[in-house]
C-alpha cells in the first residue's frame, strides 16, 4: 500500500533526528590536513620565488627593489589554496592554515608582504637545486613584477611579442 | 442587533484568519523540516516574512501593473469574504446574507483571482503557470459545488448554517454518499490547498513559480498571504462540511476545537507534503478526473437518499 | 596486438592514404592521413569496425610542423584501445571534410575547430557559432598561436544576436535558461513548445567558457594545470585531475608508483560517490520531492568530511601531479574510510529499497526522456545515460588505468533507457564504487607517492587518457611541449556528448519532463564549457524573448 510505505519512509527520516548545524553559531572544526589560508613565515623565507613560480594563480609577486632587498607579496585574491606554494618551498616557510573564513570588506586584508635581506652567492647567485625538471627556475635574474598594480609581468607575452625588453628593462627570454 | 453581531462575527473570522494563517504556514514549515532532518526556519518566520515584504518598493514589472496590483488585492479580499461565510465555532456570521451559491462563486473567485494575476504579468512561464492552473481549477472546483450540493440535497435547503454543519451524513440510514465525499475530499486536500504533490500550478524547479513570476514586495505579500489563508480557509470548510462535531460548543471552547481540528487537517497536508513528489499535469488531472466521477456517484446516491 | 590489428585493417582498405602511424602501446594508435580520406575512414571506423566517436580536436601546429593539425578519436571498447586519426591542414586555406553527416555525434566538435581554430568543417550540417560569445568577431580565432591569451578583440560588437531557427509552425518558444532554479550553471535552451508537449530545441550555451585550455598552453606549467583542470568541474574535479596527469604520463611513457596509483582510484571512487549521492537528491529535487533530496543529502555529508580529512578539502582534492600523487592515506585515515563506508553502505541499502519501491517518483521518472540504444550509438552517448539504454560501456573496464586493472567489479546496466533506468544506474554504482575502494584499500602497498623526474619532458609526444567521470567517459588529448608546458591539451567533458542528444530526448514529451530529463543526463556544463575567451567588459542588457530574466552583465572584473 502506497499509504503505508510513505509512512515508512516518514519514519525512517524522523528516526535520522535532526542533522544540520546552527552555522555560524555552532562553528564546525576543520581537520588537520585541512588547506586554508597559507601564512609566510619571513624568518624562515629565503627568497628564492619557488612559491611564486609554481603558484598556478599567479597571485604572489616579486620585487626586486635594489641588489640587498627583495620583496616577495601574496595577494591572496585569487588564491585556490592548492598549497603549491607550501610544498615547494626549500625551507618550509609556507604553512596552510585551517583557516577558512576569510571574508573581508577589504582586499588588502588578506595581502602578505615579505621583506627580505638577500646576500647572494657572489659567483651563480642561485639559492637551491630543484628536485625535479619540472619545478625549475626557469626565471632568472632580477625579478619586476609590478606590485603598485599588484601584476605580474608576464614572460610571454613578451615571447610572443618578440620583445626582449618590458617597460625598458631587459630580460631574459625564457 | 443583527448586523451588530454579523459585524462583530465578521471582524472575528477575518482576524482569526489573518493571525492564525501564517501560524499554520510555519508550522507546515517546521514540521516539514524535522522530516527533512534539519532545524527549520523559526515558527513565526511567515509573520517576518510578510512584514518583511509589506516594506520593500513597490516595483513595476509585467504587462499591465495596475491589473496585477488589482489582482493581489482580489486574492486576499476573496478569501476573507469566503472566511467570512464559514462556521468557525458559531454560526457563520454572514450566513442571512448569502447561501451556498454564493459560496461556491466566492470559492471561484478565490481561484479567478490567480488567473488573473498570470495573465496580467504576461510572461511566458506565467501564461503557463496560469493555463495549468485553469485545467486544474476546471477539474476541481465542481468537487466542491458537488459537496455542498450533495448537502443541500440531504437537508432540503441552501442555507448555509444547514448545509455547513455535517449536512453531508444527514440521511436517514447510513450516509454512504457522505463517507464517499469524505474520501474524496481528504485525497482532493493537497490540491485545493496548491500543495504537493499538486502544485502543478507554480512548480518552483520547472516554471519558476508560474503565475506569481512578476510579483514583488506589497504585491507578492498579499498573494502570498493568501495562499496561507487558503490553507486555513479550506481545511476550515472541510471542518465545516466533514466534521462538525464539537464546533456548536458554546463560545470559546467551540472556537478552540474548530481551530484545533483545523490544525489536524494542516499536519495532514503537511505530512502528504514532506513524503510524495510533484505529479505532472496531466497526471493530476487524470487523477482529478477520478475523484469528480466518485463524487458523482456520491451525489446520486445522495438524491437516491442514501 | 589489437593496435596492429586495426592499424592493418586500415592499411588494407585506405593504403596510400595513410602517412604515418605510432604505436607506443597496444591500447592506443596513432594515425595520420591524408585529408582527403577522412570522411570515408571515419564512417569505415565508425560504422564497419562499429568504434565509438570520441572527440575531434583542433590545434595550431604551425610553430612546430607548419600545419594546422585535425584530430578524430574514436575507442574501440571491446578491445581496449584508443585511435585517433589525424590530418595535417596547410596554413594558408584551412578546411577539412566535416564527419557530421557520417558520424552525427560530431556536430559539436567540429563547430567548436571552426569558431577557435577557424578551420572550416566543409559540408557540416549546422555551421553555427557554438563556443565564442555572439559579439565575437569572426577573424579572431583564440586558439591559435598567434592569438594571445588576454585578448579583448577590436572588433567586439555587444549588440549583435545570436541567429536562432525559427519555431516550427504552431509552436511557441519557451526560452530554459540561462536563468533557471533547476539549473546550476547558465545554459539556454530555446523550446519550442505546443502546448505542453515540447517540439523541437535549440541550444545556446557556452556562457561558463573560461579559457583553462589556452591557460595550459600559455601561462600555466605541467604541474599547475592539474589545479587549473580540477577547477573545470565543480563536482568531478578529480577526473579532469587525474586524466590530465595520465595524458601528460602516456605522452612522456612515464609510469607512476603503485601505491600512486590506488590512491587515485580511491579518491575518484569517493567522488563517484558523492556525485552519485548528490545527483539522487537532485532528481529528486527536480520532480519536488524535496524530503529525499534533503535525505541524499544527509546520508553524502559524511563523504564529504572524509574526503576533507584525506585532502584538505570537499571537492578540491589537488590530488595530482605528474608522475605521482602529493599526499599519502595514513593508516588511521584508511581505517575511518573503511568506517565511513560501512556506514553509508547500510544506509543507502535502506535508502535504495524506499526508491525502489516509490510509485510516486517512478511515475515521474518511467518512459520519460528515452534514449533508444540506435541513439546511444549516433550520438556517441557514455556513462550511466548509455549504461541504463543497455549499452555495456564503462572505461574503468574497458580502457583500464590507475589501479582499476587490480580491482573486481560489476558493470551495472538496466534496459529501457529512461530516466528512471538512470536513476537505478546510478543507486546501484554506488554499491561499486564501495566495493572498489575495499578492494584498494586490502592491495594496497607501502611505497612511494611519486616518480623522481630527473629529465626533462621529451616535447612534441601524444597521449591520450580516457577516464570515467561520474558522467560518463572524460577524454583528455595532449601534446607535450617546450617550457614545461603542453604544446595542446583538450579536454572531452562526458556532458560534452550527452548535451548534444537533449533535442532528441524531449521531443514529443511534455514540458514538466524537460527539466528531470535534461537533470537525468547530470548535466555539468562548467565542465562542457571548459575554453575561455575573453574578458568581456560589455554592461549591455540582453534580452533573448520577452518573457526571459536578463542576464544583467556578462563583465568578469579583472
Given at each position: 500500500m502506497s499509504v503505508l510505505s510513505k509512512c515508512r519512509e516518514a519514519l525512517l527520516c524522523l528516526r535520522a533526528g535532526r542533522v544540520t548545524l546552527p552555522y555560524p553559531a555552532q562553528p564546525r572544526p576543520t581537520p588537520p590536513r585541512f588547506r586554508g589560508r597559507p601564512i609566510f613565515n619571513a624568518a624562515k623565507c629565503i627568497g628564492c620565488a619557488g612559491c611564486a613560480n609554481n603558484c598556478p594563480a599567479r597571485e604572489i609577486l616579486v620585487v626586486d627593489l635594489c641588489q640587498e632587498i627583495r620583496v616577495i607579496q601574496y595577494l591572496g585574491r585569487r588564491c585556490t589554496f592548492c598549497g603549491r606554494c607550501a610544498e615547494v618551498c626549500p625551507e618550509k616557510a609556507i604553512t596552510m592554515s585551517r583557516d577558512f573564513e576569510t571574508a573581508t570588506p577589504q582586499i588588502r586584508d588578506l595581502r602578505q608582504r615579505l621583506d627580505l635581506f638577500m646576500s647572494t652567492c657572489q659567483r651563480c647567485g642561485r639559492c637551491f637545486q630543484a628536485p625535479s625538471p619540472l619545478e625549475q627556475l626557469k626565471l632568472k635574474g632580477y625579478r619586476f613584477d609590478d606590485v603598485e598594480h599588484e601584476r605580474w609581468i608576464f614572460r610571454s607575452k613578451a615571447f610572443l611579442d618578440s620583445d626582449a625588453t618590458v617597460d625598458d628593462i631587459p630580460i631574459e627570454l625564457d | 442587533m443583527n448586523l451588530l453581531w454579523t459585524i462583530l462575527g465578521s471582524a472575528l473570522n477575518v482576524a482569526a484568519v489573518v493571525l492564525l494563517a501564517p501560524l499554520a504556514e510555519g508550522v507546515l514549515r517546521k514540521i516539514t523540516a524535522r522530516i527533512q532532518s534539519r532545524q527549520g526556519p523559526p515558527l513565526l518566520q511567515p509573520y517576518y516574512d510578510l512584514l518583511k515584504l509589506l516594506g520593500k518598493e513597490d516595483l513595476e514589472s509585467g504587462e499591465c501593473p495596475r491589473v496585477q496590483r488589482f489582482a493581489a488585492c482580489l486574492a486576499p479580499t476573496a478569501i476573507l469574504a469566503v472566511a467570512t461565510f464559514l462556521p468557525m465555532g458559531f454560526a457563520a456570521p454572514m450566513h442571512a446574507h448569502g447561501d451556498v451559491i454564493l459560496l461556491v462563486y466566492l470559492l471561484t473567485l478565490v481561484g479567478i483571482s490567480t488567473l488573473l494575476a498570470g495573465l496580467a504579468a504576461g510572461s511566458a512561464y506565467s501564461l503557463l503557470g496560469i493555463s495549468r492552473e485553469m485545467m486544474t481549477m476546471i477539474t476541481l472546483e465542481p468537487l466542491f459545488a458537488v459537496a455542498l450540493i450533495a448537502g443541500a440535497v440531504h437537508t432540503r435547503s441552501f442555507h448555509l448554517d444547514t448545509v455547513l454543519h455535517g449536512s453531508v451524513y444527514a440521511t436517514p440510514g447510513v450516509p454512504w454518499s457522505g463517507f464517499l465525499l469524505l474520501g474524496v475530499f481528504l485525497l482532493a486536500l493537497p490540491a485545493f490547498v496548491q500543495r504537493v504533490p499538486f502544485d502543478v500550478a507554480e512548480a518552483e524547479t520547472e516554471i519558476m513559480e508560474g503565475a506569481l513570476m512578476e510579483y514583488s514586495g506589497p504585491k507578492l505579500a498579499l498573494i502570498k498571504f493568501a495562499q496561507m489563508a487558503k490553507l486555513v480557509t479550506y481545511c476550515g470548510l472541510f471542518v465545516a462540511l466533514f466534521a462538525p462535531w464539537g464546533s456548536h460548543l458554546v463560545f470559546p471552547v467551540g472556537w478552540l476545537v474548530f481551530w484545533l481540528k483545523v490544525f489536524l487537517l494542516v499536519l495532514l497536508v503537511t505530512f502528504v507534503a514532506a513524503t510524495h513528489a510533484r505529479y505532472r499535469v496531466d497526471q493530476a488531472i487524470r487523477y482529478f478526473a477520478l475523484l469528480l466521477g466518485a463524487a458523482c456517484v456520491a451525489l446520486v446516491l445522495a438524491s437516491l437518499g442514501h | 596486438m589489437i593496435a596492429r590489428e586495426t592499424l592493418n585493417a586500415l592499411k588494407t582498405r585506405f593504403g596510400p592514404a595513410l602517412i604515418r602511424a605510432d604505436?607506443?602501446?597496444?591500447?592506443r594508435l596513432f594515425v595520420w592521413v591524408l585529408p582527403e580520406v577522412v570522411r570515408d575512414l571515419s564512417r569505415y571506423v565508425f560504422r564497419d569496425l562499429d568504434a565509438r566517436y570520441v572527440i575531434s580536436i583542433g590545434a595550431d601546429d604551425r610553430p612546430f610542423s607548419g600545419n594546422y593539425l585535425v584530430a578524430h578519436n574514436f575507442a574501440f571498447d571491446r578491445d581496449h584501445l584508443l585511435a585517433s586519426l589525424l590530418v595535417h591542414l596547410p596554413p594558408d586555406a584551412p578546411r577539412i571534410d566535416s564527419i557530421t553527416d557520417v558520424v552525427p555525434a560530431a556536430n559539436w566538435a567540429e563547430r567548436e575547430i571552426r569558431d577557435l581554430l577557424g578551420i572550416e568543417p566543409v559540408g557540416h550540417v549546422q555551421p553555427k557559432r557554438l563556443v565564442l560569445p555572439d559579439g565575437w568577431p569572426d577573424d579572431v580565432h583564440p586558439l591559435r598561436k598567434d592569438v594571445p591569451w588576454n585578448i579583448a578583440p577590436a572588433g567586439f560588437d555587444p549588440s549583435r544576436d545570436y541567429p536562432f531557427d525559427p519555431p516550427p509552425p504552431g509552436c511557441t518558444v519557451v526560452p530554459f535558461g540561462p536563468f533557471h532554479p533547476t539549473l546550476d550553471e547558465p545554459a539556454h535552451f530555446r523550446l519550442f513548445v505546443e502546448g505542453e508537449v515540447v517540439r523541437g530545441c535549440e541550444y545556446r550555451g557556452f556562457m561558463v567558457h573560461r579559457g583553462i585550455e589556452k591557460l595550459a598552453e600559455s601561462v600555466l606549467t605541467y604541474n599547475e594545470v592539474p589545479m587549473a583542470a580540477e577547477r573545470i568541474c565543480g563536482i568531478c574535479g578529480c577526473v579532469h585531475n587525474v586524466a590530465y596527469a595520465q595524458a601528460v604520463e602516456s605522452a612522456a611513457a612515464i609510469q607512476a608508483p603503485p601505491r600512486a596509483e590506488y590512491i587515485r582510484t580511491i579518491m575518484l571512487e569517493i567522488e563517484r560517490l558523492h556525485s552519485h549521492l548528490l545527483w539522487v537528491g537532485l532528481a529528486c529535487h527536480i520532480v519536488g520531492f524535496d524530503t529525499l533530496f534533503m535525505q541524499s543529502f544527509r546520508i553524502r555529508e559524511p563523504v564529504m568530511w572524509i574526503a576533507e580529512k584525506i585532502s584538505g578539502n570537499r571537492k578540491t582534492y589537488a590530488l595530482c601531479v605528474i608522475g605521482g600523487v602529493r599526499w599519502d592515506l595514513t593508516p588511521d585515515l584508511q581505517s575511518e574510510l573503511r568506517q565511513v563506508l560501512d556506514r553509508l553502505e547500510s544506509e543507502w541499502q535502506t535508502a535504495v529499497a524506499a526508491i525502489r519501491n516509490d510509485r510516486n517518483l517512478q511515475r515521474r521518472t518511467r518512459d520519460v526522456g528515452v534514449t533508444p540504444p540506435a541513439l546511444v550509438k549516433d550520438a556517441a552517448l557514455i556513462g550511466p545515460v548509455a549504461r541504463a539504454a543497455g549499452v555495456d560501456i564503462d572505461c574503468r573496464r574497458d580502457h583500464p588505468y590507475a589501479a582499476y586493472d587490480r580491482v573486481a567489479f560489476d558493470v551495472v546496466t538496466h534496459q529501457g533507457g529512461d530516466v528512471w533506468g538512470r536513476v537505478v544506474v546510478r543507486m546501484l554504482e554506488v554499491f561499486e564504487s564501495i566495493r572498489i575502494i575495499r578492494q584498494c584499500l586490502d592491495k594496497m602497498e607501502p611505497g612511494p607517492i611519486q616518480l623522481s623526474i630527473t629529465d626533462d619532458l621529451p616535447a612534441g609526444r601524444l597521449g591520450l587518457s580516457s577516464v570515467e567521470a561520474p558522467r560518463g567517459e572524460s577524454h583528455h588529448f595532449v601534446v607535450t611541449g617546450e617550457n614545461q608546458r603542453p604544446r595542446r591539451w583538450r579536454v572531452r567533458a562526458p556532458t560534452y556528448q550527452n548535451l548534444q542528444a537533449i533535442p532528441a530526448m524531449i521531443r514529443d514529451q511534455q514540458l514538466a519532463d524537460m527539466t528531470i530529463a535534461l537533470g537525468s543526463i547530470d548535466p555539468c556544463f562548467s565542465c562542457t564549457d571548459r575554453m575561455e575567451t575573453i574578458d568581456i567588459r560589455s554592461g549591455t542588457a540582453r534580452t533573448w524573448t520577452q518573457a526571459e530574466l536578463l542576464a544583467q552583465t556578462r563583465a568578469r572584473p579583472e
Open positions: - | - | 604505436l607506443p602501446a597496444d591500447n
